[in-house]
């Protein structure tokens, strides 16, 4: 596609289940990226892909979170037993290269609601 | 984390310029002035960036003061589609994997 896809859109889930959220980025980007924003926040970095080095997961914010990215493409943000403080809106975007200035893409999120 | 800071809200009136402030005192040589805006319910969406000298595109200019440590975004007629949160993030070239997100400025325009 065009654009940075994720899906679901919007995602409901009872606390202590797990979810998995993806994205799909601009095909060809190298470098994936995870934030979140809370109702009325900025975005908070939590994690980074980029080609086949070792991710960046210094804004994880706790070992319930994990990502992967499988063949350097799709990528899937799973939290596990959910919290109703990870509700929010978790975001996806995606660049041609960390060696350049390109700016970001990004999708439209995922809004997760935990309840 | 070289650091943002941005008025939590402006209002403008339609078809008249818009002028977006944003202080970064303490940013390095190496990091660069990026804008990005994100409108309801959508991803932010890039803007403009630069390093030291001006910077128009189809979608805006950003203006750097020559010590850097102020930039302004300019949109030169605003219209209702513009009303969005307008955030001003320094993007450092040799570390440039994640982008530090305040809480931007929210924009609202009158018709």
């Known amino acids: ?115 | 984390d070289a650091k943002t800071t941005q008025p939590n809200s402006m209002e403008s009136n339609e078809e008249e310029p818009v002028h977006l402030p944003c202080n970064h005192s303490t940013i390095s040589g190496t990091d660069y002035i990026h804008w990005y805006r994100q409108l309801p319910s959508q991803g932010p969406e890039y803007v403009i960036h630069g390093l030291t000298s001006n910077v128009n595109n189809r979608m805006a200019s950003l203006a750097i003061a020559e010590d850097r440590k102020s930039s302004t975004l300019i949109l030169h007629r605003a219209t209702l589609r513009d009303a969005a949160v307008y955030y001003c993030i320094l993007r450092d070239v040799y570390n440039f994997n994640k982008f530090y997100f305040g809480s931007g400025t929210k924009l609202n325009v009158k018709p």
């Open chain 1, 1 to 115: 596609g065009a654009g940075v896809s994720q899906s679901p859109s919007n995602k409901v889930t009872e606390k202590g289940k797990d979810v998995e959220l993806r994205c799909d980025p601009i095909s060809g980007h190298t470098a994936l990226y995870w934030y979140r924003q809370s109702l009325g926040q900025g975005l908070e970095f939590l994690i980074y892909f980029q080609g086949n080095s070792a991710p960046d997961k210094s804004g994880l914010p706790s070992d319930r979170f994990s990502a992967e990215r499988t063949g350097g493409s799709v990528s899937t943000l799973t939290i596990q037993r959910t919290q109703q403080e990870d509700s929010a809106v978790y975001l996806c975007a995606s660049s041609p290269s960390t060696v350049t200035n390109y700016g970001y893409t990004f999708g439209s999120g995922t809004r997760l609601t935990v309840v």
